[in-house]
């Protein structure tokens, strides 16, 4: 057995990673890390090289010795590899002092790469200028998808698929006991997995005020209390966010209109509601509300979802519509003006009115008053941070990782992205993948999405061969009397080797994390065929899908393999 002396791991879970980047090393068998005893005991082939143990230690931000080895002193310094690697994990001023991270915002991306930074042995200081815990838990999914879950009860009480045997009852909306239901369980996720999280944590300082770069390694926070301080860097991670976006339509800026923000803490339902928009927040809200009891009209653009493919668009419209949702397609305002509580779009086509108005037309980066110019950080024309794959900017000691990035608005994204930024400001080389990023719409059906579509496939010059299926033909959906919706696979030609998937049921979400994986492990469409799905699952949908590609199913018996 070989002993490695190992300083600088904080907790059991850093002892878990050394333990995970030895074990990688080429000749090791075996490897016992312990934190409390800072040494790992490995068993090694013989042969193995003594400088790759240390360097991949280094590597993660720890040092590391053989218990046999002379000192670094006595032996002339560090190999090159181990002396660059820990130059990279804490460019410290001494031997002793912990990496200093900065870190500006709260949500998903910034308490991610905090708490892995202090994982890694760094000291944090978190910067938030609002309330603690960011869009997602506060003004985001967790309150849209209470809401949306709210109205889905509602509507099966109103109707169902088996209201010939189960009598319908109309529910009566008391609007403000569902709002405080669903403003309890915000406030204790933010408390448990926000709040109560940092205040425990004596690696990380939090600091309430808004951050501005002095240079490429201080800012400057004006704190909410009054006053300023300066913080010093070492690494810094931008993390601050979007907001929602605004159009410029002539008169808005006039009006009592609402966001995304604005809408989800209504205490009333409205009797008419306008929705501007046609992508994930405007069309989850607008059958909400609609399911809520508001008379609801969709002003697209264009047509919904236009940026997937088209059957997206197509099936979630002929959804809406049923329920009562009216979906102008093509359809802008042109105009907008607000008198005695009444709402008028002016389009090209007539008058739309309303009791409120939701705008929800994107969401823009929070990266103005930062001074990124002071840093050197570059933004892209929509003021959104321009990252490498392992989330670097172009300043050399900043990162930046969510919805303030160029990256995929999606606060899974966004954690993935602060974890491996921490990883990369202290010493490590991690990156982000994604080319099988799943994504879903929570409307219903829900709208679930991973990989190539045809049409993007084609730009990349890959030909596909793809299949649609629709609903009738899922088991699943049969029973439940609901076979609104469809399943499409796209494949490579040739190859067969799936790439994207395109989904629209009720529960999509539910399947889409299997179509991640067989896309991520490069499954060909007849290997997803040939797996055991467990029948009467929404799942199976993609099996099915699958087996049309050689097959026609509806000549198949039930869960015919």
């Not at 820990?86 to 991610?112: C, F, H, Y």
């Not at 045997?165 to 926000?194: F, M, N, S």
């Not at 990349?460 to 649609?468: A, F, N, P, Q």
Request: glycine share 10%; hydrophobic share 45%; aromatic share 4%.
């Amino acid at each position: 057995m070989t002993t490695l002396k190992i300083t600088d791991m904080t907790c059991d879970s850093c002892a878990a990673h050394v333990k995970e980047a030895l074990e990688k090393v080429p000749g090791v068998q075996s490897a016992v890390v312990s934190y409390a005893k800072g040494a790992a005991q490995l068993a090694l082939e013989s042969g193995t090289a003594r400088d790759a143990l240390t360097a991949a230690v280094a590597g993660l931000g720890y040092k590391a010795t053989l218990a046999d080895a002379p000192s670094a002193q006595n032996r002339g310094g560090l190999p090159d590899k181990v002396r660059g690697g820990m130059r990279a994990a804490d460019k410290r001023n001494d031997g002793e002092r912990p990496l200093q991270v900065a870190v500006i915002g709260s949500g998903g991306a910034a308490m991610a790469a905090a708490l892995k930074a202090v994982e890694q042995g760094a000291q944090v200081t978190l910067i938030e200028r609002g309330t603690i815990g960011g869009t997602c838990v506060n003004v985001g999914c967790v309150p849209s998808k209470i809401m949306i879950r709210a109205a889905h009860i509602a509507h099966l009480r109103r109707e169902s698929p088996f209201d010939g045997g189960i009598e319908a009852t109309p529910p009566a909306i008391l609007r403000e006991r569902l709002l405080a239901q669903q403003q309890a369980r915000v406030d204790e996720l933010r408390h448990t997995k926000y709040e109560g999280i940092l205040d425990g944590n004596p690696a990380i300082t939090v600091l309430h005020g808004e951050a501005r770069f002095k240079s490429g390694q201080s800012l400057t926070v004006r704190l909410n209390n009054g006053g300023e301080r300066v913080v010093a860097f070492d690494r810094c991670l931008i993390a601050t966010g979007a907001s929602p976006a605004v159009p410029p339509i002539p008169g808005l800026q006039d009006t009592p209109y609402w966001t995304s923000t604005k809408a989800l803490v209504s205490d009333t339902i409205p009797e008419r509601l306008a929705v501007i928009g046609s992508s994930v927040v405007a069309v989850e809200l607008a059958q909400a509300f609609a399911r809520l009891g508001s008379k609801v009209t969709i002003l697209a653009r264009s047509t919904l979802f236009f940026h997937e493919d088209p059957a997206i668009g197509e099936a979630v419209t002929a959804a809406f519509r049923m329920e009562g949702l009216e979906v102008l397609e093509h359809t802008q305002a042109s105009h907008v003006a607000y008198a005695d509580g009444e709402f008028v779009l002016t389009t090209g086509h007539s008058e739309v009115r309303a009791d409120k108005l939701l705008v929800a037309t994107g969401r823009t980066p929070n990266t103005r008053g930062l001074a990124l110019e002071m840093a050197g950080v570059a933004v892209n024309a929509q003021g959104a941070i321009g990252i490498d794959k392992g989330m670097r900017t172009s300043s050399p000691y900043i990162y930046a990782a969510g919805d303030c990035t160029d990256q995929p608005q999606f606060v899974y994204v966004a954690a993935a992205a602060g974890t491996r930024a921490a990883i990369n400001m202290t010493g490590g080389d991690a990156t982000l993948d994604l080319s099988a990023m799943p994504a879903v719409v929570f409307t219903d059906p829900q709208v679930a999405t991973v990989g190539y579509t045809k049409v993007q496939a084609h730009h990349d010059g890959i030909e596909t061969d793809s299949r649609l299926l629709t609903l009738d033909n899922v088991p699943r959906a049969l029973v439940n009397f609901d076979t609104r919706g469809f399943i499409k696979l796209v494949a490579q030609a040739g190859s067969g080797r799936l790439i994207g998937v395109q989904a629209v049921a009720p529960e999509a979400g539910e399947l889409i994390q299997t179509a991640a994986l067989a896309i991520r492990n490069r499954m060909t469409v007849q290997e997803l065929a040939d797996q055991l799905f467990p029948y009467l699952t929404m799942v199976e949908g993609l099996k099915l899908c699958a087996q049309t590609f050689t097959k026609d199913v509806k000549q198949l018996s039930c869960c015919a393999g």
